[in-house]
């Protein structure tokens, strides 16, 4: 059987991700990553070759599916529409007040040039939207309600470390217990901001800094902060390289609904993650199996994971799947 | 708009919580039970008109979708194959190790007549399906678990109910709590049956039984309690009927996988069902909107929840899904 070939395009976190979920499914195999940087100064974990993103274009009939692996805030935009005039492209694009835009320049880009895209993948957007999708049309009376965390919300901690007197600094956002088993209860509660999520941030400060200036301005940092119950915590520069070098997350979809007369019924999909971008990757992954087989039935354009029958993703076949998995 | 047309060929439990669930659903309208019994001596919860199972052919242009609403055992082997011959047919088919065989029926009976059918829907088979299919996908290796219960098992209260001495009898499976622990831990253990659930009976014992024949009988009855621990609580009349009249159940997935080097992973998703029947219906009720927008797109055959696109299931168009859920 023909591998899928895959490229990243993009060497950060995710992409590393990426090149080890690639590891984990023999049907696939990784043919190249592409970098802005200089390319010989990029090394691999796998030993997978580097090549600058200026010649990407020449890799075009190498690769059956490009996972874009950029930031939302500038990359993207940009990325996936050019890269999918060339590739069959996934991306995680997580803006997502932006979207429904993002969603038509992939589209129209893709449709033009004959390929296939699938967008905004990962768990949110991703995985948590598609629970969300399958419990609001199983429930159509109720309220959604999604926790994240605990884990490391990476804008948060990159305004932290923006903060004067902050040498190293993150920030775990961590659900409310007892928010949560308040849903659970199917008392169907309005949960304000502040009651939902606390933001605890760990510090390490410069020598001599002010440490009550340092905890005031992060705790008053309007629509960072400002809104939540806050800690903050000074620690040691050993205890934050020993504590705090991981990308934890995870979170909570549930739905609480009604069904007959005043049945309560109860939903609940939950992820505990010990890396956000491995985790991402995997999921990136197994899309690209579905894009791959989609577009050798012929689909091309741009979609989202609420697109993709679930049979795409898996290696089983659907006789497997029936026999194995129903 | 054309609401979606439904017909309930069955009408027990499930068939009145379909009767329930269309009317929360109102791109939908209910267009006739069938029966087997006198159709005049069957009153609907909404009024809804009954019909003879014999009749059933006549209303072939009047109805889009038919929910098949009988049992597993020996009803949907016979009735869905049949009725998939004049009909768009749905049904909650849960027998694990026959469900390729009676795939294989229903997909030649609806392919030979032009319609399609979804077969298997529901929450296990169904939901936990979707699940575990996503969650290996993502995760390749790892272990998936699943836990049922709080719940009524319809099975196992059939068979404490056939014991001598026994006037009413209920079961319910309940998951090991220090299992799930074990599983979420991330240590990945290998449970037997014993470890994964408890058995809790309650039994309104007939006038001068003998207890402990019953609590022997039913602790040591192969295939159903051999192998679990096992406890049997005797009740009055009264409290049975006060306590124990409600069908609640629901249990978890549990996908425990490693990415990277040694990352652990954990996908987790539960119901706590207030109503077993009802959330089944309204299972059935959203894959049979799908059906429909499937049909008109000319798809025929057979289907599973594995084969359906999500975006199918809800009432949103695919621009709001993305605006709003994504």
Avoid at 73 to 88: C, G, I, R
Avoid at 199 to 223: F, G, H, T, Y
Avoid at 288 to 316: H, N, Q, W
């Amino acid at each position: 059987m023909d591998k899928i070939r895959i490229g990243i395009a993009g060497y950060g976190n995710l992409g590393k991700g990426v090149e080890l979920a690639v590891r984990q499914n023999d049907d696939m195999e990784l043919c190249g990553v592409f970098t802005r940087r200089k390319p010989d100064t990029v090394k691999t974990v796998t030993g997978c070759a580097v090549y600058g993103m200026d010649n990407v274009a020449e890799h075009s009939d190498k690769i059956d599916v490009m996972i874009i692996c950029g930031g939302s805030a500038t990359d993207l935009p940009v990325q996936t529409p050019q890269l999918a005039e060339k590739f069959n492209v996934i991306d995680s694009f997580d803006t997502h007040a932006r979207i429904p835009e993002h969603f038509a320049n992939v589209d129209k880009s893709a449709k033009d040039s004959g390929h296939l895209a699938i967008i905004s993948l990962g768990w949110d957007p991703g995985l948590f939207s598609l629970n969300r999708l399958y419990a609001e049309s199983i429930l159509p009376d109720g309220k959604t309600y999604t926790f994240w965390g605990k884990g490391v919300s990476q804008g948060h901690s990159d305004a932290i470390r923006r903060v004067e007197g902050v040498k190293k600094g993150i920030q775990y956002t961590v659900p409310v217990d007892e928010a949560m088993d308040a849903v659970r209860s199917g008392s169907m509660p309005e949960l304000t901001t502040r009651q939902k999520h606390i933001r605890e941030c760990w510090i390490v400060p410069e020598e001599n800094a002010d440490l009550q200036k340092i905890e005031q301005a992060i705790k008053s940092m309007k629509n960072y902060f400002d809104e939540y119950d806050t800690t903050v915590n000074f620690i040691s520069d050993e205890e934050f390289d020993a504590v705090h070098n991981k990308m934890p997350h995870g979170g909570f979809v549930m739905r609480s609904g009604i069904t007959g007369d005043d049945t309560h019924q109860m939903i609940e999909y939950s992820l505990k993650l010990d890396s956000n971008p491995e985790f991402t990757a995997s999921v990136l992954i197994c899309y690209a199996r579905a894009l791959y087989r989609m577009r050798k039935e012929g689909v091309t354009g741009c979609k989202t994971a609420f697109d993709i029958a679930p049979a795409y993703l898996s290696r089983l076949s659907p006789e497997e799947l029936r026999a194995k998995m129903l």
